[in-house]
T-cell receptor, first 116, second 112 residues
Framework: KAGVTQTPRYLIKTRGQQVTLSCSPI?????VSWYQQTPGQGLQFLFE???????NKGNFPGRFSGRQFSNSRSEMNVSTLELGDSALYLC???????????????FGNGTRLTVT | SQKIEQNSEALNIQEGKTATLTCNYT??????LQWYRQDPGRGPVFLLL?????KEKRKERLKVTFDTTLKQSLFHITASQPADSATYLC???????????FGPGTRLSVLP
């Protein structure tokens, strides 16, 4: 089975622009969650989607949004980029009923976003 | 607010020794605790999970303990190898679809 695929791998944007990141989960996985990873803050939860519905949301401003399609693929959008949005954005998929502690997260290798 | 701490930021050990990584938490009652390995430029990879009512889990050279009274998990790698060098993250999650909360990670270097 193919793993979680994230595109693009690298992205450079200018402050004020917007960006869309894409994530294709493992086949059969219906839950997709997004995380931001920075050296200072570590891995922080952005949101989780299950069956096209947002089930859970982290403590990020409304500039961060996402959606999930019927084939479970997910996109994350960040509008009005700020320098502090520079980070590695990771997507993870999990089996069955969404994020649960008894089920591991399967991460992609992330999109490295640099805002200049 | 919830807080998770892991060891020191970095840990160096000699090849063949046992590496012990610590995950401490406060203001949280996780139902599960998971450990992940992350290599530079890659996403985290799941290693082991342990439930709140389990004391210990093993998988090959890996062992995890979970003490809910001390609010601590220990992650051991026995007979460590240079290939074990990576950052190790602990993640806590409660019940009923709560999101995962990750620790800051410990960067382990196994020296030949």
């Amino acid at each position: 089975k193919a793993g979680v695929t994230q595109t693009p791998r690298y992205l450079i944007k200018t402050r004020g622009q917007q960006v869309t990141l894409s994530c294709s989960p493992i086949s059969g996985h219906r839950s997709v969650s997004w995380y931001q990873q920075t050296p200072g803050q570590g891995l922080q939860f952005l949101f989780e989607y299950f069956s096209e519905t947002q089930r859970n949301k982290g403590n990020f401003p409304g500039r961060f949004s996402g959606r999930q399609f019927s084939n479970s693929r997910s996109e994350m959008n960040v509008s009005t980029l700020e320098l502090g949005d520079s980070a590695l954005y990771l997507c993870a998929s999990s089996l069955e009923h969404g994020q649960q502690g008894n089920s591991p997260l399967h991460f992609g290798n992330g999109t490295r976003l640099t805002v200049t | 607010s919830q807080k998770i701490e892991q060891n020191s930021e970095a840990l160096n050990i000699q090849e063949g020794k046992t590496a012990t990584l610590t995950c401490n938490y406060t203001n949280y009652s996780p139902a599960y605790l998971q450990w992940y390995r992350q290599d530079p430029g890659r996403g985290p990879v799941f290693l082991l999970l342990i439930r709140e009512n389990e004391k210990e889990k093993r998988k090959e050279r890996l062992k995890v303990t979970f003490d809910t009274t001390l609010k601590q998990s220990l992650f051991h790698i026995t007979a460590s190898q240079p290939a074990d060098s990576a950052t190790y993250l602990c993640a806590l999650v409660g019940n009923y679809g709560q999101n995962f909360v990750f620790g800051p990670g410990t960067r382990l270097s196994v020296l030949p």
